[in-house]
């Protein structure tokens, strides 16, 4: 099957090859705080947690259950399928298969059974979308429309355009942090290494302490994926901005104690640490940092931070499969430049 969308959100590093057969995205990101929806919409097909897989409806071959299949193939050699079941009434896809799950070591289909290996559960959250359609999470925010804040954010940034499964869009604070976690980790890539509080804002991103720490009426995050359909020139990022009181973008954008952030451990992820490197200044202050890895991923993320007196924003690059034409470390400080002069235009 020709997945023709992507959006990835992660929450467990278990998940991370399968995001590379699925998506082509090799450590895409993780999001900590992403929960499975209460109640299962229409049209959704449940493969695991926090991930979500799209394709556009009519331009691939093969079926939902292929996708399963292909996903359950990446975890074990004998995959279980989810058994047929009638649709919804008024499902959009009365062909996709009801909600089901993959377990690593499960019989084969004469009753034999693999080497004993601890079982897997592999959720993914999927949906079959027509080309063009964003993906129907429901925005949570209790603040009005900001249609200036939504217009600060790129569109467009060379080969890597906004998705159209995950447009930009502006969450108004108050929310409810899980539901606020999923709507924006759909758009922000979060690094898999776990980190405690001081460091959580540099390894999961700026909006995850807003949400946690800032959540009150007059606190915005607007928040975009960009991508490129280019196989030859392949470019992934996301881009939030934050606006509030002076002196929450003052903390959001305190490098103290960035330095004990260096033994850093993820389920499955190995170790890292939040390494600054040097890169023009840009507004108030401006830094960047990678989040390093070991194994097979040496960086996790290429990230900036760009604040001002009204904002701060963020870039992140996430490793991905196959990598940028430029370094994403030469790529990271042009595409803040252009991010930040967008802003400037829309929110001077």
Known sequence: ??????????????????????????????????PTPASTPAGMVIVDKD???????GEGEGSAQALFDA??????????????????????????PKPG??????????????????????????????KGEPIPVRNPGTGGANPRLLSALLTEFGPAYESDATPGAAL?????VLEGSQFVALRMMSSPLHAPSSCGKWTSGM??????????????????????????DPLVFGESIVTGPAAML????????????????????????VEPFPVPPLGVRSFAFRITGSGDVPVWQWVEVVQTSRYVLEIRIPNQFPEPRTDPAVLLPRIAEAAYAR??????
């Open 101 to 130: 799950s993959f377990k690593a070591g499960s019989p084969g289909p004469h009753g034999e059974r693999p080497d004993p290996t601890p079982s897997v559960s592999q959720t993914f959250l999927s949906w079959v979308l027509r």
């Open 172 to 176: 108004g604070l108050p929310a409810p």
């Open 1 to 34: 099957m020709r997945l023709t969308r992507c959006a990835v959100v992660l929450s467990a590093v278990v998940s991370l090859s399968l995001a590379v057969a699925a998506c082509g995205t090799r450590g895409a990101g993780t999001s900590a705080a992403a």
């Open 207 to 232: 909006w995850t302490v807003v949400l946690r720490d800032f959540d009150q009426r007059g606190v915005w995050i607007a928040a975009t994926k960009l991508q490129s359909s280019r196989s030859a």
């Open 51 to 57: 991930q979500v897989l799209t394709r556009g409806a």
């Open 250 to 273: 003052e903390q959001l954008a305190d490098t103290s104690g960035v330095e004990s952030c260096r033994k850093l451990r993820g389920s499955g992820a190995g170790t890292g640490a």
């Open 343 to 348: 802003a400037e235009a829309a929110l001077a």
């Open 71 to 96: 996903i359950a193939a990446a975890v074990s050699p004998e995959p279980v399928s989810p058994e047929p079941t009638s649709p919804e009434p008024g499902s959009r896809e009365p062909t996709s």
